[in-house]
């Protein structure tokens, strides 16, 4: 049966639609020796579809996994400038992974990675605004802190307001639960520069109402459960 191009290409765990089609667009999608067009369709099962010349593999069993990202690893499977990645974390899965959304290299905690694009794709678009709540700890005034639960302009965007517990504090320093609803580049260090705070520790425990499993060690992944697996399609 003849489907999308990108929908295929998505379906075969190289990468999410999007990125598919951003490599069709450039050309580096072919389709029977020929080059592929956005909204091309082909049949996974006759045709002979290539990637950068590389033919693409049929399906592959879907893997799920919970990383709890360690500090001073790169989101990414590869970095030119040859720092730590979280690819060399979960190599013992025997599968290719990709990390689903970003932390920053100075953040650890809860990161889902999946060879499942389409998945990827709905939990990482905009328009879909998947919760992701943080712990975060800061020093500076802490008369300051209701202000990060104010709406603010982060790189000309207003983002919208975050939800901010006080979990303990001391002196000038505190520990935050910070529950945000955009998943923009650091925006969480980017809302407490802008009202004058260092940020000394920050974790990522849940996405959604998926929680950083507390057994989990710094740097080990497990498995996803097929009901968190469900749930996440769900969002």
Not at 87 to 103: A, E, H, I, T, W
Not at 128 to 140: C, D, M, Q
Not at 174 to 181: D, G, Y
Not at 199 to 215: A, F, P, T
């Amino acid at each position: 049966m003849k489907e999308r191009v990108q929908k295929i290409i998505a379906q075969s765990g190289l990468c999410s639609r999007r990125m598919a089609e951003n490599l069709i667009l450039q050309g580096k999608v072919t389709i029977n020796g020929r080059k592929a067009t956005i909204g091309a369709h082909a049949d996974p099962t006759r045709d002979h579809i290539c990637v950068d010349g590389k033919p693409l593999h049929g399906k592959e069993q879907k893997r799920y996994l919970m990383l709890y990202k360690p500090r001073g690893f790169v989101t990414t499977m590869k970095d030119e400038r040859g720092r730590k990645n979280v690819s060399q974390l979960v190599k013992k899965c025997n599968c290719r992974v990709y990390p689903v959304g970003r932390l920053d290299v100075d953040s650890e905690g809860l990161l889902i990675m999946t060879n499942d694009g389409e998945l990827t794709q709905r939990l990482t678009h905009p328009s879909h605004e998947v919760t992701k709540t943080y712990a975060v700890t800061i020093r500076g005034n802490l008369e300051n802190i209701p202000k990060l639960s104010e709406p603010m302009d982060i790189d000309g965007y207003t983002i919208r307001p975050a939800d901010v517990f006080i979990m303990n504090q001391k002196e000038n320093q505190a520990r935050l639960q910070i529950r945000i609803h955009e998943g923009r580049n650091r925006q969480i260090r980017k809302m407490c520069e802008q009202c004058g705070f260092s940020v000394h520790r920050l974790k990522r425990i849940s996405v959604g109402k998926l929680d950083l499993d507390s057994s989990l060690a710094v740097g080990k992944w497990r498995d996803l459960t097929q009901n968190e697996i469900s749930y996440l399609r769900s969002l």
